[in-house]
């Protein structure tokens, strides 16, 4: 699929899903003990791609996202939402202490170009934290209904990661979407068949489900064992950049 078309299907997609669903809140998310610790230290934050499910307090928060209904939202909470895309963000160089983007790299067609935006918005010494997919292997219908580019392999995301001058802190085993073959064709003939009724399910019965049900997240240092982990949170830090006329470390 062409750039033009992942984005107009993502568009889609999420604009429908949002627009019948509640702005849910940060602190019911196993991410937000992790959260909560970073954003004590990072006053001018950035979440990339968050709908209604942000991951970040909204008030003085930036966002940014496709979705003109998540926009709107966000924007009537105390959120400083624009709309736009992750491989063009509309922000200064090294304007963030902490980005967030979770469950948006892999919808990318350019994410060489994402990660270079990514590193391009942070401080020196910021921090990023992002999820994505992993492993081709475990490629299913399901990725294709929610408009995923790619699976990585674990190696390939680690190199990009140190390309874009970041290195990995740690990172822990995430996400909520259900392995169960059955399960997955059931949501995405739903999805392909009968939009309406199953995003209503996923938003008010899913969902919440979901959210009783996930697990403190287990972090281990550097990139943990991926071989049964279906999606990965990291947690990245920002190297400090060499500017003209600093002196060269020995």
């Known amino acids: ?32 003990p992790l959260i909560s610790e970073l954003c004590a230290g990072a006053p001018a934050r950035l979440e990339i791609g968050p709908g209604l499910r942000p991951r970040l307090p909204v008030p003085g928060t930036r966002f940014l996202d496709i979705s003109a209904p998540a926009i709107e939202r966000l ?10 895309e992750i491989t063009a963000l509309p922000f200064r160089d090294g304007e963030f202490g902490l980005v ?17 935006e990514l590193s391009r ?13 992993l492993h081709e292997k475990h490629w299913t219908s399901f990725d294709d209904c929610v ?18 001058g970041l290195t990995l802190e740690k990172s822990a085993a995430f996400g909520m979407a259900p392995r169960n073959p059955r399960l997955l064709k059931f949501g995405t003939d739903a999805l392909a068949k009968h939009r309406t009724v199953a995003m209503f399910l996923y938003n008010w019965v899913l969902m919440p489900l979901g959210l009783l049900l996930q697990k403190q997240l287990q972090f281990g240092p550097g990139l943990i064992d991926t071989i049964d982990v279906d999606e990965i949170l990291l947690v990245c830090r920002r190297r400090r950049r060499i500017r003209p006329g600093s002196p060269v470390q020995a």
């Open 100 to 116: 967030c983007a979770f469950d948006v790299i892999e919808h990318a067609e350019d994410d060489q170009q994402a990660f270079r």
């Open 75 to 84: 924007n009537a909470r105390g959120g400083r939402a624009v709309p736009g």
């Open 121 to 133: 918005v942070l401080q020196d010494d910021a921090v990023l934290v992002f999820s994505v997919p």
């Open 147 to 164: 408009g995923h580019a790619r699976r990585y392999e674990p190696a390939a995301l680690r190199a990009l990661i140190e390309r874009n």
């Open 1 to 32: 699929m062409s750039k033009q078309n992942l984005v107009a299907a993502n568009r889609e997609f999420y604009d429908a899903l949002w627009s019948r669903a509640h702005l849910g809140r940060p602190s019911r998310f196993n991410t937000w």
